[in-house]
């Protein structure tokens, strides 16, 4: 699946540290502070409020991708008390900001991605869990000139997987 999108524009090439472009993001595996996460919403314009730091604490902490569902679950079971309506707004929100990526690859589900290089991704098709392809391993040979007064603002490539053998 080919489709053009925004997702590429005025965006640095990669590197293949992907990790490396996320400021919030250092080598620890937990959370970083919520102090961190506060910064990083207020340098994206963001106001910091309590609910929208513990969010942005939970999806900056690795580069990853994580659907609402997914954030909403792993919110309530660290004990914070939101709705899905709440984590929906507060998604969309950061996503306007530039602060995380969201990802519409397949109909149903809303992914969101906090690495917001430009990139692609492989998706597996039976547990729907996305990985990081560097865009340098993606090239392509000939794309259709645009139609008249219209520009390429970006291309999404999703590589679909299924084990050998299915
Ligand atoms: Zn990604």
């Known amino acids: ?7 590429l524009e005025d965006a640095p ?12 993001a250092s080598a620890a595996t937990t959370a970083p502070p919520a102090a961190a996460a506060a910064a990083r919403l207020s340098e994206c314009g963001i106001r910091p ?6 969010i942005a604490a939970l999806l900056l902490s690795v580069p990853q991708h994580l659907s609402a569902e997914q954030i909403t679950e792993a ?4 004990g914070a008390q939101v709705s899905k309506a709440t984590v929906y707004n507060t998604l ?13 690859v397949d109909g149903e589900c809303a992914w969101f991605d ?26 392509f040979s000939r794309l259709p ?8 603002a970006g291309i999404d490539v ?8 299915e």
């Open 1 to 7: 699946m080919v489709k053009a999108s925004a997702m």
């Open 13 to 24: 090439a990669l590197g293949n540290g992907a990790a490396a472009e996320l400021p919030a």
């Open 49 to 54: 409020t309590e609910q929208r730091v513990q």
């Open 75 to 78: 919110l309530r079971r660290s």
């Open 92 to 104: 969309n929100l950061f996503a306007a900001h530039g602060l995380i990526r969201q990802l519409r």
């Open 114 to 139: 906090s690495n917001v290089a430009p990139h692609y991704h492989f998706q597996d098709e039976q547990t729907g869990t996305l990985t990081d392809v560097a865009p340098h391993d993606v090239q």
């Open 145 to 152: 000139e645009p139609p008249s007064g219209m520009e390429v």
């Open 158 to 165: 999703v590589i679909r997987l299924r084990r050998r053998g």
